[in-house]
Every structure is written in C-alpha cells, then in structure tokens.
C-alpha cells in the first residue's frame, strides 16, 4: 500500500502568497524526493533530501526533511503563475522502487 | 527537454487486447523505470530494467511485462487489457539504478474501452 500521505490535496493561492505542502508517513523513510508536475506534463526532479532534519533551498522554494524522517515539507514564498501544477513526494528506495504521494496541486489566481 | 522519449503518445484499446509501449532512454543512461498514473492519482511504480535485466517490481500483476534492450531502450507489455489499465504510463531513465536523479518522458496516454 501507499507509504507517503500528502496534504492537502489541493490548494488555490493568490498570487504572492505563500505555499506549503506536507507529506507524512507512518515509517521512517530512508530519503524523500520532490517533484513537479505541470498540468499535461510529466513529472520533473526538483530535489532529494536524505538526513534527519536536513534543509535546503532553491530560490523561492524550501525543503524540509523531519527530524524522525516521516515527513517532509515544501513550502514556495511569494507564489507566482509558473508555479502551478501538482507537487509530489516520493521515497526512492534501494530496490529501485519510487513511492509516490498523490501530490498537492496548486493553483495560483493573478 | 529530458531525453527521454516515448511512443506512441496517445492509444486507444479496446478491453482484452494487448498492447506495447515504447521508450527511449536518456543518452548514456543504462535504467529504465516505468510507473503507471492513473487520474489524480502519483505515478505507482511497475517495474525497473537495469543493464537489460529486471531490478525491482511493483504491485503489478503478471500480465504487465517488460524489456529493455542492448541500447537500454525498453518496452512495457499489457496483456489482457482491462477498463482500469486506461492511465498516462511513464518511463524514467536514470544515469545506474541507484541514481538520486531520474528523467521523466512525456507519457504515452492510454485508454481501453
């Protein structure tokens, strides 16, 4: 079954808010992996994260990993219209199996 | 651009037909995954190929089979096609198996009637 949960599943911003999704699991997973997904696209790597509490940033987006490693949180400051389209996590495991949320899909009003 | 190709993009099948999907990985890349997503839903994992063999398999029944060539392009084979197979199927290459980074294609959209 479906080891990565994501909330919520769906959110509408107003252009220049703020924007977090989370993604929970009930064991402890040995990294998280984000991805987006633009309406009739494919999805696109956008980071791995693997040590408890580890943080990382890409301009206007911020990755967080829990310190237990069941969750993991991407949060977008001051959304802009490119940034619509679903976010997904995914645990990547050794067996080479990714395990993906059913993601948070974003919608930005201009 | 990833890459990454596949064909065909779009295919209607009717149930109980078979059907192949096709995948071009990434220069230099020797794994392919495939994941099968279905509306609304995240890509679930099916199978991975790596260096021409099968390395790790998802919740897939039997009748969905693959292949991956000595170019490390692959093939996804649906036998037995039912109404709940119609999704978007996506294969993935990356650079060995245990790559942090995979590639996504754009899909091949699948319906069965």
């Known amino acids: 079954g479906q080891q990565v949960m994501q909330i919520p599943q769906y959110q509408h911003v107003q252009e220049g808010e703020d924007f977090t999704t989370y993604c929970n699991s009930s064991t402890t997973l040995s990294n998280i992996q984000w991805y987006k997904q633009r309406p009739g696209g494919h999805p696109v790597f956008l980071i791995q994260?693997?040590?408890?509490?580890e943080v990382k940033k890409q301009k206007r987006l911020t990755f967080q990993f829990g310190e237990a490693k069941k969750n993991s949180s991407l949060h977008i400051t001051a959304t802009q219209t490119t940034d619509v389209g679903t976010y997904f996590c995914a645990e990547n495991t050794n067996a080479g199996k990714s395990t993906f949320g059913d993601g948070t899909t974003l919608t930005v009003k201009p | 651009e990833t890459g990454v190709t596949q064909s065909p993009t779009h295919l209607i099948k009717t149930r109980g037909q078979q059907v192949t999907l096709r995948c071009s990985s990434q220069?230099?890349?020797?794994?392919v995954s495939w994941y099968q997503q279905a509306l609304g839903q995240g890509p679930q994992f099916i199978f991975q190929y790596y260096r021409e063999e099968e390395n790790g398999r998802g919740n897939f029944p039997p009748r969905f089979s693959g292949l991956q060539f000595p170019n490390y392009s692959s093939e996804l084979n649906v036998n037995a096609l039912e109404l709940d197979d119609s999704a978007l199927y996506l294969c993935?290459?990356?650079?060995?198996?245990?790559?942090?980074?995979?590639?996504f294609g754009p899909g091949t959209r699948l319906l069965v009637l």
């Open positions: 993935a290459s990356s650079l060995e198996a245990l790559a942090e980074t995979q590639y």
């Open positions: 994260l693997v040590k408890s509490g």
């Open positions: 220069s230099g890349h020797n794994t």
